[in-house]
Antibody, heavy 120, light 107 residues
């Protein structure tokens, strides 16, 4: 069955960095576009970034562009989000999500999320 | 950016009753709209895509309708497991945007 497992979250100080990982199984990872979506505590969903199956295209939300970098390693069945210059308002649960084979950018499967807390 | 507005913010419904949730887009998104359900402490679950197509395994009591800027998620005869948050998402324009959500609570 399809599984997405995020890791790498934790507590970091403002201006710090973290790298999130998402290990996937149960499907041919290299066939699917992937994304990251976050949810601040008690708030709604916010799309963060999106990557094509061969690393193009790549899109970012304005709120993270220039600070976050999405990447993937198809040989390792893994998706990544490098987060630099973190701010307090980046505090959220970060979900890794898979789109559909047609590449339409909605999310069919989601991981359970990893919590990132940015605080001094 | 395409702003997605959901209403109401909270909907109080008795078990067995129906519910209609609204999602409005600030510009036309054609039929490129998805609905998700999220329960506390859980990841979102895809319910509907392309405005009206149920995702795999989603019960028939969930239906979606609309196109352009006005969309509706209808839940007939709410079951206990349906009390949750619901979000719409447009995927016609970048950036992808979600609505603020509707909480469906037990009346």
């Amino acid at each position: 069955q399809v599984q997405l497992v995020e890791s790498g979250g934790g507590l970091v100080k403002p201006d710090g960095s973290l790298r999130l990982s998402c290990a996937v199984s149960g499907f041919n990872f290299s066939d699917y576009y992937m994304g990251w979506v976050r949810q601040a505590p008690g708030k709604g969903l916010e799309w963060v970034s999106y990557i094509g199956s061969r690393n193009i295209p790549i899109y970012y939300a304005d709120s993270v562009r220039g600070r976050f970098t999405i990447s993937r390693d198809n040989a390792k069945n893994s998706l990544y989000l490098q987060m630099n210059s973190l701010r307090v308002d980046d505090t959220a649960v970060y979900y890794c999500a898979r789109t559909v084979i047609s590449r339409a950018p909605y999310f069919e499967f989601w991981g359970q999320g990893t919590l990132v807390t940015v605080s001094s | 950016e395409t702003l997605m507005t959901q209403s109401p913010a909270t909907l109080s419904v008795s078990p067995g009753e129906g519910a209609s949730l609204s999602c409005r887009a600030s510009q036309s998104v054609s039929n490129t709209l998805a609905w998700y359900q999220q329960k506390p402490g859980q990841a979102p679950r895809l319910l509907i895509y392309d405005a009206s197509t149920r995702a795999t395994g989603i019960p028939a009591r969930f239906s979606g309708s609309g196109s352009g800027t006005e969309f509706t998620l209808t839940i007939t005869s709410l079951q206990s497991e349906d009390f949750a948050f619901y979000y719409c998402q447009q995927y016609s324009h970048w950036p992808l945007t979600f609505g603020g959500g509707t909480r469906v609570e037990i009346k």
